[in-house]
């Protein structure tokens, strides 16, 4: 009888044990598909995503300055991005940063910013451009550690123009060729192109259709200095992950003595 007992008591134990494994099991499953689908909103309304100990940041649409584009454009938003970034430098578990391009440019402040912010992170950083990265697209795709851009990639570089009213005065031009200058500096400091050829480039006349300026498709891009290397998600992911195993590297701010 007391044998009975003990088998009994030993059958409901192995019961309560496969029934607690099969709960547990459950609230895995239930936390992954919370996970995944807290992931896959966040990629939907910013764009961004962390695998593992890497960050991945996507640069589309234009790049939205202190007014609110129309609801039908693609935008990237500064404010996003910013404090992202703010937050991967403190991180202990993010160990570097994957920024994907594919942008027509935009504002030109945001752009700066974004790309300042991401030129001071201690931590190791790559960009890849995809379809493009025009006008305040190249400073941003330049102010990473190292850059690629796939072969079918455009960079288009121009002079700084501004839609709207323009008030007709010379300190108005001044504004603008200090702007130029702000851009051409930062860039001209995180890549190999010459100030020199940067300005030729900028006012190219003949490319463009009603505008002046240059197209630098793919390989274009690496020859002329402003992109390292020519290459694709693979070659990007394999540079950061390298980066990442010497360790963080600190930088001068652009433009420091």
């Known amino acids: 009888m007391a044998k009975n007992h003990k088998n009994h008591k030993s059958v409901q134990n192995k019961s309560e044990n496969a029934a607690y494994q099969n709960n547990a099991e459950k609230g895995a499953r239930s936390e992954k598909r919370e996970e995944e689908k807290h992931r896959d909103e966040r990629i939907e309304e910013t764009g961004q995503t962390t695998m593992g100990n890497v960050h991945l940041i996507t640069i589309i649409g234009e790049v939205e300055g202190h007014d609110n584009l129309g609801s039908n454009t693609k935008t990237t938003k500064y404010e996003h991005i910013l404090p992202q970034l703010a937050a991967i430098e403190d991180s202990g578990e993010i160990q570097g940063l994957l920024v994907l391009l594919n942008t027509m440019g935009g504002d030109v402040e945001a752009g700066l910013a974004i790309a300042e912010m991401i030129a001071s992170l ?106 390292d290397e020519v290459g694709g998600i693979r070659e990007a992911v394999k540079k950061l992950h390298d980066l990442m195993e010497k360790g963080p590297q600190v930088r001068p701010i652009s433009g420091a003595k």
């Open 122 to 227: 201690s931590k190791p950083t790559v960009s890849l451009v995809l379809g493009g990265s025009h006008s305040i697209g190249v400073p941003i795709a330049t102010s990473t550690d190292y850059s690629y851009i796939v072969p079918t990639g455009t960079m288009v570089i121009h002079p700084v123009r501004m839609n709207g009213m323009v008030i007709g005065a010379p300190q108005t031009f001044d504004y603008f060729k200090q702007m130029q200058d702000r851009i051409t500096g930062f860039v001209c400091s995180h890549c190999r192109v010459t100030r020199e050829r940067m300005e030729e480039m900028m006012m190219t006349t003949g490319v463009l259709t009603k505008d002046m300026g240059t197209i630098l498709v793919g390989g274009e891009a690496v020859r002329e200095g402003l992109i």
